[in-house]
């Protein structure tokens, strides 16, 4: 069966600190994934995807960077965390049509 | 770029009360169009879609029409029930954009007893 993994569920970061976010997926290949924020009471920023490996598109430029080192693996990174960073953070992938399937998030307070 | 416009929450019903939340979107091209629900403390799930002009998609009593010549895509309930309380999300998507998932800013909605 196709399943996401979304890890960690909550992170508690001080500003400055790097950050690492991961995302896999099981059960198929080639999917096309991405990497959703959302601040407080804010609605969903697509901040990057990928087609394919070592393929990264950005939509919003900003202090985070992602990384697609596997064919379902989807990394987001930031090497200094702001304040503004803090969110929730949401993974996504689709096998190359309309069924998306959200990973649980994970849930990013810096302070 | 592609973008949806959403009408601003809270929106607050009383149970039973009909309820409409607006919903227009900018696109190129030919997109989908899509309402998706995030109740309290869960995540993004699916509530109906719709891939072309005046299609309709339907599910738990919801509805929303697909209207190209108005660029919208209204969500609509007869009734509406406590357990509807959550964030509503209309979003696009079109296949030459790689699939990306485009949102609203999302509306909540709040049903009281």
């Known amino acids: 069966s196709q399943t996401i993994h979304q890890w960690p569920a909550t992170l508690v970061q001080p500003v400055g600190s790097p950050l690492s976010l991961e995302c896999t997926v099981e059960?198929?290949?080639?999917?096309?994934l991405y990497w959703y924020r959302q601040a407080a009471g804010r609605g969903l920023q697509l901040l990057f995807y990928s087609v394919g490996i070592g393929q990264i598109s950005s939509e919003v430029p900003q202090n985070l960077s992602a990384s697609r080192p596997q064919d379902r693996q989807f990394i987001l990174s930031s090497k200094k965390l702001l304040l503004s960073d803090s969110g929730f953070y949401l993974c996504a992938w689709t096998p190359g049509d309309y069924g998306y399937t959200f990973g649980s998030g994970t849930r990013l307070t810096v302070v | 770029g592609d973008s949806v416009t959403q009408m601003e929450g809270p929106v607050t019903l009383s149970e039973e009360a009909f309820l409409t939340i607006n919903c227009t979107y900018t696109?190129?091209?030919?997109?989908?169009l899509f309402w998706y629900v995030q109740y309290p403390g869960e995540g993004l799930q699916l509530l109906l879609k719709a891939t072309k002009a005046d299609d309709k998609g339907s599910n738990k009593g919801f509805e929303a029409t697909y209207r190209k010549e108005t660029t919208s895509f209204h969500l609509e309930k007869g009734s509406v029930q406590v357990s509807d309380s959550a964030v509503y999300f209309c979003a696009l998507s079109r296949r030459d954009s790689s699939y990306k998932l485009i949102f609203g800013s999302g509306t909540r909605l709040l049903v009281r007893p």
């Open positions: 696109a190129t091209g030919y997109p989908s």
């Open positions: 059960g198929t290949s080639n999917p096309n």
